[in-house]
């Protein structure tokens, strides 16, 4: 017998140590990007101030700063960001693909339309994330349509995702080619991704559908991890391949199209994250999804706290932030990814 | 004839060459019916008796002024531009065994867009002429990085080729977006550019690149044959006895020098790349030595159609052929899509 | 159970041992696209016995274990499993009582022995049931059984190509199921892991009773480790039965083309096929 034990196993005790100080850090992290996102601004606030001005306790003046202005574009970032983050999780493990993300799909795209035609029509500010999520749940139903043949193939569906998206981005550039100058930006505003000027009414409305997804996310995980094996061992263990990879699809779309609503189509975040969060805890599991969520939310917070206060420019998208953060990191991760001794079984 | 030695026996050999040889004959008139077509239509039709006489210096009016001072330099520039990024997806997609490569997905456009809009911004640049070098330099700053990147052990993995472009390619977008809403002009100036059009463009915009165009279509063919035997997969490929790395280079340079000149000269126009060796694989066959020569007629074939469609459907205005490209090309890959994965 | 109208194939009794768990088809076609692969197959699998399924390249031999395990609906015809239809059942019902190893399965990222394992638990679970005692013991049998369960915690991408086949048989087991189908098992391992792999087989079914199908390409080691042999040419039943009963040159010439002798193997008895050496190669050993 070879049973020669080959260096590289993690023992379960460490990666589970590795699990908790990692959520431990995020959550810790979390909290201090969300304190210094309610203290800091035109008027600064001390950080006790600030936090029971969010409870409503303390000055008028600075309850109303904190409740209407940096509070809700706060939670919006966190709200967006975790639902980038798991929907880049459970997309890139159905398309296994490392690119796979709401862009390839076309939800992107999608939201960038709806948004866009509503900013056409000349439509009030709170309509446009309606638009945004219509437009995003519109680009799956196509894609879904298009890419189911008696089931839905991996290959297919990425082709016609990349299919759907560049369609939909080109109809995006054809509005922002023929609108009047002003219209034009802030269409391009919008495409780019921005929390800013988000209302709690919109907050609390996506927060509460986001929880809804997220818990959906997580109880089918096992549907997902069986999906991982392949359709063949997937199918012999019963599982209904089709069914279980559209319902998870509609999860994901569902993730990305309420995170697009809030911020707009931000790039990169659910591209990087998955990556970041399995170079941490190694293998997929359900507690990696829930991460996945929790590391989104801090990368978009802090993105969004470097437009408002670090950036000397005025109006920058969060998302050039996001992608400009995310890039080297995922190049990096990416590369150790493809190193000649893992593809080699690939 | 001995490159189709290995062809069916007794009637294959002169049967598929006389088959390749007709179809790049149809190629070739369609192309002229195109081209014909270009300098015909537009916000003002001409007749094509009126477009000859124009052509050769019979006719004077305004018609013949449409012809040879508008449409006479759109469609050359047409028919360059649509041949470079023809040659330089079929060229993309061999050196990076990957059937969905082209030049956008190697980050150069974006490259090109993003050098552009600063250049735009910095030094208030507003005339496409004057765009030229800057979109060339993005461009093959853009590619180059991306080339970089996938160098691994003195070659280019085509792997880390794909995702580093892809997420350079998405970097520099948003990049771009930012700089252009810092600056309402840029915006106004750079919109129109970045959609990918041939209008509005003397033929002064094609001088300046036409040599490396041309240089880099003689690489390009030059290596096609070479090009084959990558796709064996770089062991086969190498045990055939061909220099992998240096094969793989020169096609790397090759699709710099063509698409940088052509997004220089156009703007980022989508898809040509992608669809034109689509097109001619299915007539001429996945060798690349015809492969390469049917793209160099594919790809204007495609633009010049397209640039003529969009200067139709909203008369008397018209779309960008960047734009018109992108919604021909979408459903053309999604048909691909259904053909590929049973 | 109606009065079913097909006719006994072959004279066997049906003994209430030979019923469970015997799989059967009946005037089965099998297409990909528009091809027709697997034509008018008409076969029963006998239960609780080991049997290979063998032929030349692309006779159908992978296609028909799809069949038989769901994977492929019928172009006509049908698939049973004691006597129900197996494309009428309830996809988990049929995962639990039949298990499928593919001819090459699709290893996930970076996972480890034991949760590659834990997912053969799949058709037990309900979506919200916890993982059970009864979940936890199948999986530890099934590591014991095939040797990984030192390879536990290791991730399955690292590990060599026998133990790595171990560990996917290990998830099949782990699915606990009467019924055990296996593609082409010993593909890609060399001699010593293909015989630990059918070793395992062998006691799988001697130590725990399963019954076992399995696609092989070797014929010495078909007859050697199976009960039952089904032999298949071009999507259609060449022969079927024990090897000692149906292997002779005669067969061998016909479905593979070549001149062969049979002779009893020297360890087991059981037939072992010896190719006639070609004129071209006399030459060259004699060289």
Not at chain 1, 75 to 95: D, E
Not at chain 1, 255 to 275: D, E, I, M, N, R
Not at chain 2, 241 to 270: D, E, F, K, M
């Amino acid at each position: 017998m070879t049973s020669v034990v080959r260096k590289g196993a993690t023992s379960r005790a460490r990666l589970r140590r590795r699990v908790l100080a990692f959520t431990a850090t995020g959550a810790a992290a979390l909290f201090v990007l969300l304190t210094v996102s309610l203290t800091t601004g035109e008027m600064s606030i001390p950080a006790t101030t600030a936090l029971r001005a969010l409870v409503g306790l303390g000055d008028p003046g600075d309850v109303l700063v904190v409740q209407q202005f940096r509070a809700p574009r706060s939670v919006a970032a966190i709200v967006a960001g975790a639902g980038l983050g798991a929907a880049g999780c459970v997309l890139q493990r159905l398309f296994r693909n490392p690119l796979a993300s709401p862009d390839v799909m076309g939800v992107t795209g999608g939201a960038s339309l709806g948004a866009v035609a509503l900013i056409a029509a000349g439509a009030s500010q709170t309509l446009i994330p309606l638009g945004a999520l219509g437009g995003g749940l519109l680009a799956a139903l196509l894609l879904g349509v298009f890419a189911w043949r008696s089931g839905l193939a991996v290959t297919r569906l990425v082709l016609t995702g990349l299919a759907v998206q560049a369609g939909l981005a080109a109809a995006v550039n054809l509005m922002i080619v023929r609108f009047p100058a002003e219209l034009a930006g802030s269409a391009l505003q919008w495409t780019t991704g921005s929390v800013y000027g988000r209302t709690w009414p919109e907050v609390w409305g996506a927060a509460g559908a986001m929880v809804l997804a997220l818990t959906a996310a997580l109880v089918l995980h096992r549907r997902l991890a069986v999906l991982d094996l392949g359709d063949d061992s997937a199918g012999a263990l019963g599982l209904n391949t089709s069914t279980a990879r559209l319902q998870l699809m509609v999860i994901a779309v569902v993730l990305a199209s309420l995170a697009a609503a809030l911020a707009g189509p931000v790039t990169f975040v659910a591209l990087a994250v998955p990556h970041i969060v399995r170079f941490v805890t190694g293998p997929p599991t359900a507690a990696s999804l829930a991460l996945a969520s929790l590391t989104g939310a801090v990368l978009l917070l802090a993105s969004d706290l470097v437009v408002q206060h670090l950036l000397p420019i005025e109006g920058l998208p969060v998302g050039a932030v996001t992608a400009t953060l995310g890039a080297p990191w995922l190049l990096v991760l990416m590369f150790r990814q493809s190193s000649p001794v893992q593809r080699s079984h690939a | 004839m001995t490159a189709t030695q290995r062809g069916a026996p007794t009637t294959g050999v002169p049967f598929r060459a006389f088959r390749h040889i007709t179809l790049f004959l149809v190629g070739l008139g369609a192309l002229t019916l195109c081209t014909a077509l270009s300098l015909a239509l537009g916000a003002r039709s001409v007749p094509l008796s009126t477009v000859t006489d124009a052509l050769f210096g019979d006719a004077h009016g305004r018609d013949a002024l449409v012809v040879t001072g508008l449409r006479l330099p759109r469609t050359v520039i047409g028919l360059a531009v649509g041949a470079a990024l023809g040659v330089a997806g079929a060229v993309a997609q061999a050196i990076t065994r990957n059937p969905l490569a082209s030049p956008t997905t190697l980050g150069i456009n974006a490259g090109a867009g993003f050098a552009v809009v600063v250049a735009i911004f910095a030094l208030k640049l507003n005339d496409p002429v004057e765009y030229v070098w800057f979109a060339f330099a993005g461009a093959a700053g853009a590619a180059l990085f991306a080339q970089a990147l996938a160098r691994r052990a003195g070659d280019i993995d085509p792997v880390r080729l794909a995702l580093g472009g892809t997420v350079l390619q998405l970097v520099l977008l948003s990049w771009t977006s930012a700089v252009m809403l810092m600056n309402q002009r840029t915006l106004d100036e750079a919109r129109f550019w970045l959609a990918g059009s041939l209008s509005g463009r003397p033929l002064d915009v094609l001088w300046p690149v036409l040599p490396t165009l041309m240089l880099g279509l003689v690489i390009a063919l030059a290596v096609s044959p070479a090009l084959n035997a990558l796709a064996l997969g770089d062991d086969s490929a190498q045990a055939l006895g061909v220099p992998v790395t240096r094969i793989r280079l020169a096609g790397g340079i090759a699709v710099v020098l063509l698409a940088g000149s052509a997004v220089a000269v156009a703007g980022p126009v989508a898809f040509i790349g992608l669809a034109a060796p689509h097109l001619v694989r299915p007539l001429l066959g996945g060798d690349h030595r015809l492969l390469v020569p049917g793209c160099l007629i594919a790809g204007p074939l495609l633009l010049l159609s397209a640039d003529v469609l969009g200067r139709l459907v909203i008369r008397p205005s018209e779309l960008e052929v960047g734009i018109v490209t992108a919604f021909l090309g979408a459903p053309l890959l999604a048909l691909l899509a259904r053909k590929v994965a049973r | 159970m109606t009065g079913a109208p097909e006719p006994r194939m072959t004279g066997e009794q049906e003994s209430p041992m030979a019923a469970a768990n015997q799989l059967s088809t009946q005037a089965l076609d099998l297409r990909y696209g528009d091809r027709l692969v697997v034509s008018g197959l008409d076969l029963t699998l006998p239960g609780g016995a080991v049997t290979a399924i063998v032929g030349p390249n692309a006779c159908g031999k992978s296609t028909l274990l799809r069949g038989l395990s769901r994977l492929l609906a019928p172009a006509a015809g049908s698939v049973t499993l004691d006597g129900a239809d197996i494309h009428r059942m309830p996809a988990r019902a049929l995962a639990l009582r039949m298990g499928l190893l593919p001819q090459q399965p699709v290893t996930p990222e970076a996972i480890t022995v034991e949760a590659l394992v834990r997912l053969g638990r799949y058709p037990h679970q309900r979506l919200l049931s916890p993982w059970s005692a009864t979940d936890q013991k199948a999986v530890d049998e099934a590591l014991g059984r095939t040797g990984t369960a030192v390879l536990r915690d290791h991730p399955v991408d690292q590990l060599s190509g026998g133990q790595r086949q171990r560990a996917w048989i290990a998830l099949a087991l782990a699915q606990d199921t009467e019924l055990l189908l296996l593609d082409e098992p010993t593909t890609f391992l060399d001699l010593r892991h293909q015989l630990d792999v059918l070793d395992l087989v062998a006691a799988l079914h001697a130590e725990a009773g399963r019954t076992v199908v399995m696609v092989l390409h070797d014929l010495g080691q078909a007859a050697r480790y199976a009960d039952h042999m089904v032999v298949l040419k071009d999507g259609r039943l060449a022969a079927a039965g024990t090897p000692a009963d149906i292997l002779d040159a005669d067969l061998v010439r016909s479905v593979f083309d070549v001149d062969c002798r049979v002779i009893p193997d020297p360890e087991t008895g059981t037939p072992l096929v010896i190719p006639k050496g070609s004129a071209m190669r006399h030459s060259a050993a004699s060289a």
